[in-house]
């Protein structure tokens, strides 16, 4: 096996470990629709995590009496990219693992910041942010739940 089939083989078996992490940080999540759970990683250091849930000081219930999510909902995304902010760190350059498919908001959020690749499980039922992703040149990487396993 060549040093660039040695590198891939790494780089997918790196990609399967975090995106499991984020798959057990999703179970920090109080929402009983979706659990989705984010990674922020840089040279190899987990720099931020989030998951979906309310803002910072809300009730922890992310679904009204009809089971619909609360417009005030944020995504797993949105929460890993806030907390880097807030931490003063930098995601220039950085992968988010998250298990699902952005949306278009979050791909917005990805783009600005500087978020270079990102990497997923599960596809969202809307495509529109994986394909705004794309176009704004970044890696994007599905990664089979089963494999390496």
Not at 38 to 50: F, H, P, Q, T
Not at 121 to 144: C, F, M, P, T, W
Request: with cysteine; charged share 25%; aromatic share 6%.
């Amino acid at each position: 096996m060549g040093n660039s089939q040695k590198s891939i083989t790494k780089q997918k078996l790196l990609d399967q470990r975090y995106l499991a992490m984020a798959r057990i940080w999703a179970q920090n999540s109080y929402c009983r629709r979706r659990q989705v759970g984010a990674l922020l990683v840089r040279d190899k250091m987990i720099i931020s995590d989030g998951y979906n849930g309310t803002p910072s000081g809300f009730e922890n219930e992310c679904e009204d009496e009809n089971n619909k999510t609360k417009p005030y909902v944020l995504h797993a995304e949105a929460n890993a990219i806030t907390k880097v902010a807030r931490s003063g760190n930098s995601s220039e350059g950085a992968t988010l693992y998250v298990t699902s498919s952005p949306c278009i908001e979050c791909a917005k959020l990805i783009i600005q910041a500087g978020i270079k690749r990102v990497v997923f499980s599960e596809k969202y039922r809307v495509e529109d942010g994986i394909n705004l992703l794309k176009r704004a040149n970044i890696e994007v990487v599905q990664v089979d739940e089963d494999e390496g396993q």
